[in-house]
């Protein structure tokens, strides 16, 4: 039988429901009555509400609070500030339950297709666990075994958050989250299917073939269903460790890996990884990277690629109208002069650190308390200008650009990063971005 506390129980999951349900009615219920009764909300107590009707949840919503949390359009900074402090905290099955889970994907006798495969994970989080096992040729392998019947989690989690959203409308109307939400429902259910992710491995082999700097798994099929993925385990240390003891040449080398590691496949396949975690790379002695985790990935239409690079020329040449021209190709819809400003502002300070031509820190320009700062500004007049709906693209792109700042500022790299994205951009076509995209998701499968 599996642990008592195993929360993976139909008992303990319904439990949770209502815990959750109940917690999250009540906070739209005094959101709801503080628009009636015309009292002026307080930010800092409803996002204290929120995060404690969010509080209990330990899985696939929870990666939601932490994704919504690093997603400047998406959430006022009070909400980000208390939905970044929830963590991740999935419980790991016990053997039992593993042993019934890996029967159910690889049939009785699945022991006998591994050379050893240890008892405990190696590690969990909000949807699976990882197996360090040995492969019966003496590779190591990292198992990724999901949880059980988590696609009733998973819409039962996406139910819930729609309530959380739509609170939030009633009490916010700066940001409409509802594309948002389509957004986070899609990528979640992909990161369902297991052999989904296997494709997405086979594409970021294909689109990193050339990058020395970086590795990728190889999977093992046969080893492999849609709950089940089996990969070689690639060895490295995570990035605060070597953070804290390399020199600043090691740290340097080590952000440009990173960073062409997550921008070559964006520009020139218009295709991002959008979970820069900490838990899914590492670093090598020869400060090459290990990039793991691959069932959060999006696909762009390649105008959405173009409509990047157009505006950071627009920002770098002051030229209003191509501005314009790429908020209107990612979706922005009846921009006044004022919205264009103010959407401004905000692309004006993630572009800042691409605009100077020398070796820089990523903070000199956009730390934290900078941010915070641009963030409320931003989200006070998208407030009095009636509000605006981000386009659903935004979600993993934000995530990826806010998440790999933060890794650049734990390594104190100092890199010219304008001559990086000018190294990465070069030759942009994006009729030659299309065709480079079709083959490679033909190649993977993917399409």
């Known amino acids: 039988m599996p642990p008592k506390n195993d929360e993976n129980t139909l008992t303990g999951r319904v ?3 209502a815990q959750v349900g109940t917690a999250i009615g009540g906070f739209a219920a005094r959101v709801a009555g503080e628009r009636v009764l015309g009292v002026k909300s307080d930010p800092a107590r409803n996002a204290e509400g929120l995060k404690i009707a969010l509080g209990g949840l330990k899985g696939p919503l929870m990666k939601v609070a932490q994704i919504l949390s690093t997603i400047p359009e998406a959430l006022p900074p009070e909400y980000a500030q208390e939905l970044s402090q929830l963590q991740a905290n999935a419980p790991h099955m016990g053997w039992p339950f593993v042993n019934r889970r890996m029967t159910a994907e690889l049939g009785e006798g699945w022991k006998d297709k591994f050379k050893s495969f240890p008892r405990e994970a190696a590690r969990a989080a909000s949807l699976g666990q990882v197996h360090k096992a040995v492969a019966l040729d003496g590779r190591a392998l990292a198992c990724k075994l999901q949880y059980p019947d988590m696609d009733s989690v998973v819409d039962a989690d996406l139910r819930q958050l729609k309530m959380v959203f739509a609170a939030y409308r009633r009490m916010d109307p700066a940001i409409d989250p509802s594309d948002i ?11 369902l299917d297991y052999q989904n992710e296997a494709r997405n491995l086979a594409l970021y082999r294909h689109m990193l073939a050339k990058e020395s700097g970086v590795h990728v798994p190889d999977v093992l099929a046969e080893l492999s269903t849609k709950r089940l993925l089996s990969m070689t385990w ?31 496949p964006f520009y020139k396949y218009g295709v991002i990884h959008g979970d820069p975690h900490l838990g899914n790379y590492t670093v090598r002695a020869d400060t090459t990277i290990n990039l793991m985790d691959f069932g959060a990935i999006r696909v762009f239409d390649p ?14 040449k002051g030229d209003r109208a191509l501005a314009v021209s790429a908020y209107e190709t990612w979706g922005f819809a009846n921009l006044s002069n004022e919205m264009i400003d103010t959407l401004n502002i905000w692309a004006a300070f993630v572009y800042a650190p691409l605009m100077e031509d020398r070796p820089r820190l990523i903070e000199e320009t956009n730390a934290a308390a900078q941010g915070r700062e641009t963030v409320a500004q931003v989200h006070k007049e998208l407030r009095r200008l009636g509000g605006v709906k ?58």
Do not use: C
Request: aromatic share 10%; glycine share 6%; charged share 25%.
């Open 234 to 264: 690639l060895e490295g240390d995570g990035i605060k460790d070597v953070a804290s003891r390399a020199d600043q040449k090691t740290r340097d080398a080590i952000a440009v890996n990173m960073f062409r590691a997550w921008y070559v």
């Open 303 to 316: 105008t959405f690629v173009k409509g990047v690079i157009d505006l950071f020329r627009a920002l770098q």
């Open 390 to 447: 981000p386009p659903r693209e935004f979600v993993l792109m934000d995530r990826a650009a806010i998440g790999l700042g933060s890794v650049f500022m734990h390594l104190r790299a100092q890199v010219n990063w304008h001559r990086l994205f000018h190294d990465t951009i070069a030759g942009f076509d994006v009729h030659a971005l299309a065709k480079a995209q079709s083959a490679a998701l033909k190649k993977a499968g993917l399409n």
């Open 181 to 191: 939400h389509a957004e986070i429902a899609a990528r979640l259910k992909e990161e």
């Open 15 to 17: 439990k949770r429901y």
